[in-house]
Protein backbone atom coordinates (compact mmCIF):
# COMPACT_ATOMS: atom_id res chain seq x y z
CA UNK A 1 0.00 0.00 0.00
CA UNK A 2 1.12 3.45 -1.06
CA UNK A 3 2.12 5.85 2.06
CA UNK A 4 -0.45 8.00 1.23
CA UNK A 5 -3.12 5.45 1.64
CA UNK A 6 -1.14 4.19 5.00
CA UNK A 7 -1.79 7.48 6.51
CA UNK A 8 -5.15 7.92 5.39
CA UNK A 9 -6.11 4.23 6.56
CA UNK A 10 -4.78 5.00 9.72
CA UNK A 11 -6.44 8.63 10.13
CA UNK A 12 -9.69 6.75 9.39
CA UNK A 13 -9.10 4.35 12.33
CA UNK A 14 -7.91 7.08 14.78
CA UNK A 15 -11.40 8.84 13.89
CA UNK A 16 -13.34 5.66 14.47
CA UNK A 17 -11.43 5.48 17.72
CA UNK A 18 -12.37 9.33 18.36
CA UNK A 19 -16.16 8.62 17.06
CA UNK A 20 -15.79 5.66 20.24
CA UNK A 21 -14.97 7.56 23.14
CA UNK A 22 -17.31 10.10 22.05
CA UNK A 23 -20.00 7.77 22.17
CA UNK A 24 -18.49 6.70 25.33
CA UNK A 25 -18.26 9.99 26.80
CA UNK A 26 -21.73 11.34 26.05
CA UNK A 27 -23.51 7.94 27.02
CA UNK A 28 -21.42 8.39 30.99
CA UNK A 29 -22.33 12.01 30.58
CA UNK A 30 -26.21 10.86 30.28
CA UNK A 31 -25.81 8.49 32.91
CA UNK A 32 -24.79 12.00 35.45
CA UNK A 33 -27.53 13.40 33.73
CA UNK A 34 -29.96 11.05 34.71
CA UNK A 35 -28.30 10.78 38.45
CA UNK A 36 -28.68 14.73 39.23
CA UNK A 37 -31.87 14.34 37.85
CA UNK A 38 -32.99 11.26 40.43
CA UNK A 39 -30.98 13.25 42.88
CA UNK A 40 -32.56 16.96 42.70
CA UNK A 41 -29.44 18.46 41.49
CA UNK A 42 -29.22 21.30 38.74
CA UNK A 43 -28.66 19.45 35.32
CA UNK A 44 -25.31 21.08 35.10
CA UNK A 45 -22.68 23.31 37.08
CA UNK A 46 -21.29 26.07 34.82
CA UNK A 47 -18.44 26.27 37.02
CA UNK A 48 -17.63 22.40 36.56
CA UNK A 49 -18.26 23.41 32.97
CA UNK A 50 -15.61 26.77 32.46
CA UNK A 51 -13.17 23.90 34.59
CA UNK A 52 -13.82 21.20 32.06
CA UNK A 53 -13.07 23.50 29.47
CA UNK A 54 -9.97 25.49 30.54
CA UNK A 55 -8.14 21.80 31.99
CA UNK A 56 -9.14 20.11 27.86
CA UNK A 57 -7.65 23.74 26.51
CA UNK A 58 -4.82 23.54 28.67
CA UNK A 59 -4.05 19.55 28.43
CA UNK A 60 -4.22 19.93 24.15
CA UNK A 61 -1.94 22.78 24.34
CA UNK A 62 0.59 21.07 26.48
CA UNK A 63 0.71 18.32 24.07
CA UNK A 64 1.28 21.11 20.72
CA UNK A 65 -2.40 21.42 19.48
CA UNK A 66 -3.38 24.87 18.69
CA UNK A 67 -5.50 26.28 21.76
CA UNK A 68 -8.11 27.89 19.86
CA UNK A 69 -8.90 24.76 17.75
CA UNK A 70 -8.97 23.12 21.30
CA UNK A 71 -11.49 25.38 22.44
CA UNK A 72 -13.63 24.94 20.00
CA UNK A 73 -14.02 21.18 20.01
CA UNK A 74 -14.75 21.24 23.90
CA UNK A 75 -17.48 24.10 23.49
CA UNK A 76 -19.19 21.56 20.67
CA UNK A 77 -18.89 18.91 23.24
CA UNK A 78 -20.51 21.08 26.20
CA UNK A 79 -22.77 22.58 24.08
CA UNK A 80 -24.13 19.07 23.43
CA UNK A 81 -24.03 17.81 26.78
CA UNK A 82 -26.14 20.78 28.11
CA UNK A 83 -29.06 20.19 25.11
CA UNK A 84 -28.57 15.86 26.33
CA UNK A 85 -28.84 16.96 29.92
CA UNK A 86 -31.85 19.88 29.34
CA UNK A 87 -33.39 16.50 27.13
CA UNK A 88 -33.28 14.24 30.34
CA UNK A 89 -34.57 16.84 32.85
CA UNK A 90 -37.05 17.78 30.39
CA UNK A 91 -38.61 14.10 29.86
CA UNK A 92 -38.71 13.71 33.50
CA UNK A 93 -41.33 16.52 34.00
CA UNK A 94 -44.88 16.99 33.37
CA UNK A 95 -46.15 19.71 30.94
CA UNK A 96 -45.84 23.18 31.98
CA UNK A 97 -43.59 22.46 34.85
CA UNK A 98 -40.10 24.12 34.61
CA UNK A 99 -36.46 22.45 35.27
CA UNK A 100 -34.30 23.14 38.35
CA UNK A 101 -31.51 25.88 37.82
CA UNK A 102 -33.84 27.81 35.09
CA UNK A 103 -34.81 31.13 35.21
CA UNK A 104 -38.89 30.20 35.26
CA UNK A 105 -37.65 28.11 38.63
CA UNK A 106 -35.82 30.51 40.42
Do not use: H, W, Y
Not at 45 to 65: I, N, S, W
Amino acid sequence: MPPVAEGQQAIDQIDDQIIDLLVKRFRLSSEIGGAKRRSGQAPFDPQRMEAQQQRFVRACADRGLNAAMANQIISVIVAQVVVQRLEIFRSALGPGEDQPGTAASS
